[in-house]
């Protein structure tokens, strides 16, 4: 492919100043889809727990509709049926963890291959990409794709995979969904394009409506949203690729149970209300933390005053509980200040109920190489919260005498 600067898609200028409206059969598809209670013999409207690990078959390799539970399983099925509904795409699937289904993603390239991802990324999957990735010769350039215009000046051709965060983690960027893959599939229609919705879910953002061929889940963040399942999925509309996952999932065995796909299921139910409330109580976390003359900057995209504000309005529904913000302070403020919080917990993750609070550099980016994280300003007094469902004036509360702390 020759390079060529003009090989990008601008972005629409935004004119608009309110988020998407929401999608509005969200709730009906989260209770409904894989669950209809004729499907089973007792007409449960609750679906069963399923945990035989076999199922007995008409005759040898006759199978009523599951043979073995590593290749599918009721609970699972609904799983991702529901998840792929709620993506408004074709295809769903389930495995043990979000780093699981990035490495199932993984092994769709080979050896020589390269991908091109997001510079400000989740630590793990930087990690994934440095240490592992590297050892099977798959090259990974890490690029900030706020610089589009310069993206067709990476893009070789071994390159497979474009991987993005929307927001990212922990700086909470916005990137154009849509323009990065338009211009992407100027280059080279066969390149996917990934993005990670951990922290928006399906109901604040829909990246296979904006252009992305694949969607990858924690979904032990807000989409479980109980902090008491680690699990991760993909959902996509290409048939062909999902057959290869769909062979990976089974061949490589990175499944999760059918008990915490029943707790995951069980949790899409409610969803949508508790990504409101996640909503609410962030945006105000987020006002009184810019009010606050110990904060050096806060990183929210729901505020005015961030960079990505007209990007996220124009792309998204709505924004979750997670940000971040920069102390006016060193490590040792930062400690101060996580020490002295009673309801925020010093703990990593993140999208459950309850609040979390943590520094990056020490915590969830420590696998990133030092002079990548000074580059990206993942410095020591960067704070990241996770905002939870308690009572906002609590958390507000919380957060001024733990700053308090700070000064005394
Ligand atoms: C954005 C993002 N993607 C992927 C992962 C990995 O998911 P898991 O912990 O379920 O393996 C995480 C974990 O924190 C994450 O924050």
Partial sequence: MAPNDKIFVESIPPNID????????????????????????SMCVIPPISLSTTYEQFAPGEPKLYDYSRSNNPNREI???SLAALDGGKYGLCFSSGLGAINVIMQLLQSGDHVICIDDVYGGT?????????KFNISVTFFDFNNLQNLHKEIKSNTKLIWLECPTNPLMKVVDITAISSTVKLINTKILVIVDNTFLTSYFQKPLALGADIVLYSLSKYMNGHSDVIMGAIVLNNEEVHQELRFLQNATGVIPSPFD???VERSLKTLKLRMKEHMENGLKVAKFLESHPLIEEVLHPGLKSHSGYKLALRQWSGC??????????????????????????????LGGFESLAEIP???????????????????DNLIRLSVGLESVQDLIDDLNKALNAIKN
């Fill in 79 to 81: 799983l991702e049926k």
């Fill in 361 to 379: 550099s020490l915590m969830t980016h420590m696998s990133v190489p030092p002079e990548m994280r000074k580059t990206l300003k993942i410095t």
């Fill in 261 to 263: 796909c029943y707790l």
């Fill in 18 to 41: 309110s988020f998407l409206s929401e999608d509005k059969h969200f709730s009906t598809k989260a209770i409904h889809s894989g669950c209809n209670p004729q499907q089973w013999s």
């Fill in 126 to 134: 930087n990690r994934y990409f440095k240490k592992i990735a590297s």
């Fill in 320 to 349: 979750s509980g997670m940000l971040s913000f920069y102390l006016k302070g060193d490590l040792n403020d930062s400690k101060t200040f996580l020490k002295n919080l009673k309801y925020f917990k010093t703990a990593e993750s």
